[in-house]
């Protein structure tokens, strides 16, 4: 089984609909982060979380809410999804202290039509 | 907002050869600097990680550290088909040191 896993792995949705993304990692690491990928822009943070009671805003937060329901999992939302935010989606844990090494799940395809 | 630039490609090199990737950064007070490799529909993987100015060893991969300049490379000797990939140069920023800030990526072809 996958280090982190992401579910679902493809997903096309309308305008105007609510999504969740789910990541779970059985790494037993503390951080957790979401990315999203565009062709062009490479990897953009969206949010990240040190523990369970520590979220923070990456540099593209805006449409976008995360959850930490456990030391194991963080999924994100799109409360009302558009169509650019259609991208390719990463979550990726690492240890305290050693935040460059980031493991990455196989990522969330995610179509809004 | 912090950047990290890099030569989107594709970059071709012949089977043999030295492939070289380059990658420059805003944030001047930045210590710690990667790079990822990423093949098609994959998920990014760290393959270098530098510190210090000057070069760095792992078997065929050579990371380069230019602080002054504020640049970074990567040389792959030896270039193989499985080398072509997506090159991600990341930097881990100086005022948070939990986020690290992506390039674009440089996409490689190795061509036999």
């Known amino acids: 089984d996958a280090d982190v896993t992401q579910t679902p792995r493809n997903r096309i949705t309308k305008t105007g609909k609510r999504i969740m993304l789910e990541c779970s990692q059985t790494?037993?690491?503390?951080?957790m982060y979401w990315y999203r990928q565009d062709p062009g822009l490479g990897l953009r943070l969206i949010y990240y979380?040190?523990?369970?009671?520590?979220?923070n805003k990456g540099e593209i937060s805006d449409g976008y809410s995360v959850s930490r329901q456990a030391q194991a999992k963080f999924s994100l939302s799109l409360e009302s999804a558009i169509p650019n935010q259609t991208a390719l989606y990463f979550c990726?844990?690492?240890?305290?202290?050693?935040?460059?090494?980031?493991?990455f799940g196989a990522g969330t395809r995610l179509s809004v039509l | 907002q912090k950047e990290v630039e890099q030569n989107s490609g594709p970059l071709s090199v012949p089977e043999g050869a030295i492939a070289s990737l380059n990658c420059t950064y805003s944030?001047?007070?930045?210590?710690?600097f990667f790079w990822y490799r990423q093949y098609s529909g994959k998920s990014p993987e760290l393959i270098m990680s530098?510190?210090?100015?000057g070069d760095k060893e792992d078997g065929r991969f050579t990371a380069q550290l230019n602080k002054a300049s504020q640049y970074v490379s990567l040389l792959i000797r030896d270039s193989q088909p499985s080398d072509s990939a997506t090159y991600l140069c990341?930097?881990?920023?100086?005022?948070?040191?939990?986020?690290?800030?992506f390039g674009s990526g440089t996409r490689l072809s190795i061509r036999p």
């Open positions: 990726a844990t690492s240890e305290a202290g050693a935040e460059n090494i980031q493991y």
């Open positions: 790494k037993g690491h503390d951080r």
């Open positions: 979380s040190f523990d369970v009671k520590d979220i």
């Open positions: 944030d001047r007070g930045s210590q710690s």
């Open positions: 530098i510190y210090s100015n």
């Open positions: 990341a930097v881990r920023e100086y005022s948070s040191a939990s986020k690290i800030i």
